[in-house]
């Protein structure tokens, strides 16, 4: 009955209230609330961990790269925290807020996910300056135009990702041509963020592309000089596993992205029908599990970060035996204390 109700809704073209965009069935709420209350708290966790592992190590909060995958588990970090709190709130609870409260909650959301992706991006252009220009690599990238590259991210993220609360919104209210997957919000606007999150994908894709284009050429002209056909494909061997790795990031990355990203170029174009809008309600948690496999592509992978989160757990390992040893060593002092006889006790002891 639910669903019938919502697919005349949209067919009638007469939105008055946020009910023509609570499509899910029942079924479909247990689904996506199961995927939410599981992807949510371990990606919450996940970048907690390499954000503070990174912020309490004075040899990796001092590197450009690491500022930059610090920031990315930040941005990630509010990513789990705003998506799942709205979409649960929205789809699972069926809260109905007015148009400032929704735009101020979808302006978190949007604010979370596209930092996220203007970090991967200024991820990709530190590999790419590191890999083209290794002596000047340092004078190029250095700590203070770190700090103003990200302030700059999210300055630009943050104006970007509250327009629709300081005004852009659809003069129609709930009705065509209004966005059919979030309320209140104009075509024109899902067409310039679209276009903007499709511009940085763009200059990720073609920075690793000159990445692997440099390695390939820096490792076959490395070849072609020493003259040995076993190392060259030692080194060829190198090559490829980078290529592997680079592969799996841009795979990911895409087939997070991509299908949300058509949802909203389809929006645009036509009217959604009560199954696209369904569809859709799936597809944006694959930014949250981008969100979630972030950390396992650009943090734990490198070494220096691996060392510092063992030394950590390290340090939090003897601080727990130092404070395990104090208990079971108080007892003790507690028992003496105890057994002590005081004055008070052998003046009450001659008067019985």
Known sequence: MEAKDNSSCLENESCKDLECYMVLTKAERTAIGSICFLAGPVTLLENVVVFVVIATTASLRQRPSYLFIGNLALADVFASCFFTTSFLDFHLFRHSDGPIAYLFKLGGV???????????????????LCIHHP???KVLLTRRRAHLSLLVLWSTTIFFSFLPLMGWTCPTGLIPPCSRLFPYVSRGYLIFW?????????????AYALILWRAHRHEASLSSLQGAEGTGQN??????????????ILLILVGCWLPTLAFLIVDVSITLTRNQQRTFAFCSTLCLLNSAVNPLLYA???????QALRQS????????????FRRNSNPRLYSVENNSVTDD????????
């Open 110 to 128: 949007t604010l979370a996910f596209t930092n996220s992706v203007g970090s991967l991006l200024l991820t990709a252009l530190d590999r790419y």
């Open 235 to 248: 080194r060829m061997r190198m090559d490829i596993r980078l290529a592997r790795t680079f592969a799996l």
């Open 300 to 306: 734990l992978r490198c070494r220096e970060l691996r």
């Open 135 to 137: 002596t000047s690599y």
């Open 313 to 324: 757990l390290q340090r939090l390992w003897e601080i727990g035996k130092c404070k395990k």
């Open 345 to 352: 006790d052998l003046s009450r002891a001659k008067t019985t």
């Open 194 to 206: 679209t276009s903007f999150i499709l511009a940085l994908l763009a200059l990720i894709l073609g």
